[in-house]
Nanobody, 122 residues
Framework: VQLQASGGGLVQTGGSLRLSCAAS????????VAWFRQAPGKEREFVAG????????YYADSVKGRYIISRDNPKNTVYLQMNSLEPEDTAVYYC????????????????WGRGTEVTVSS
């Protein structure tokens, strides 16, 4: 499975962005998918995850209520709608796919895409 994240950019505090994670190479609908992010000088951290059907979603406390993860299996794409962005959200965002259920630990994921950079200006 190849994953490609896109949609990053520069936005002002309070603004919104929608990231996309497009999958190719295998049936995507049976994979758990998550978004992680890594800010400069910090470790990669979990942001949001979604089950294979989209019926289960879970979030890091830092983004709960502001971010929404969703998926469109016929399009092999997972989205991350990011609202009320803050400078602390500045990071490179990565999507990851798990052959299993997935979770909040990066070790649970088998496939990683190249990141997309999000910068939130104050």
């Amino acid at each position: 499975v190849q994953l490609q994240a896109s949609g990053g950019g520069l936005v002002q505090t309070g603004g919104s962005l929608r990231l996309s994670c497009a999958a190719s190479g295998h049936t995507f609908s049976s994979y758990g998918v998550a978004w992680f992010r890594q800010a400069p000088g910090k470790e990669r951290e979990f942001v949001a995850g979604i089950g294979w059907s989209g019926g289960i979603t879970y979030y890091a406390d830092s983004v709960k209520g502001r971010y929404i993860i969703s998926r469109d299996n016929p399009k092999n794409t997972v989205y991350l709608q990011m609202n009320s962005l803050e400078p602390e959200d500045t990071a490179v965002y990565y999507c990851a796919g798990a052959r299993g259920r997935g979770g909040s630990r990066s070790s649970m994921y088998d496939y990683w895409g190249r990141g997309t950079e999000v910068t939130v200006s104050s």
